[in-house]
């Protein structure tokens, strides 16, 4: 059964910096890619990032709003995967969650966020 788990999260000020984990279990994480979704109040789901298996091309990508402050990563040997958060803004503040179509590559599409497993969320607040 496949069993994502996301911590980290907490409130920060802006321009500070988090870093959020996700701990796999169940499956095979070296095998498939892996997703940061985040979801505000109010809002749809907006994908982050996604990383493919290290087996696969290792492709990442990032959402617009998010590049070049976010970065993902992954550590298959400790069957996490880890969003670090920096230069972080007041609309940075969301649920995150991490997901996975228990494929090996990223969708083709960076705004995709129907995945088929989910986390239970990790909440992210940046205020002053």
């Known amino acids: 059964q496949v069993q994502l788990v996301e911590s980290g999260g907490g409130l920060v000020q802006p321009g500070e910096s988090l870093r959020l984990s996700c701990a796999a279990s169940?499956?095979?994480?070296?095998?498939?890619?892996i997703a940061w979704v985040r979801q505000a109040p109010g809002k749809e789901r907006e994908a982050v990032s996604c990383?493919?298996?290290?087996?696969?091309?290792?492709?990442?990508n990032y959402g617009n709003s998010v590049k070049g402050r976010f970065a993902i990563s992954r550590d298959d040997a400790r069957h996490t995967v880890y969003l670090q958060l920096n230069s972080l803004k007041p609309e940075d503040t969301a649920i995150y969650y991490c997901a996975t179509d228990g494929v090996p590559e990223c969708n083709g599409n960076s705004y995709y966020t129907g995945y088929s497993d989910w986390g239970q969320g990790t909440q992210v607040t940046v205020s002053s």
């Open positions: 990383i493919s298996s290290n087996h696969g091309s290792a492709y990442y």
């Open positions: 169940g499956f095979i994480l070296d095998d498939y890619a």
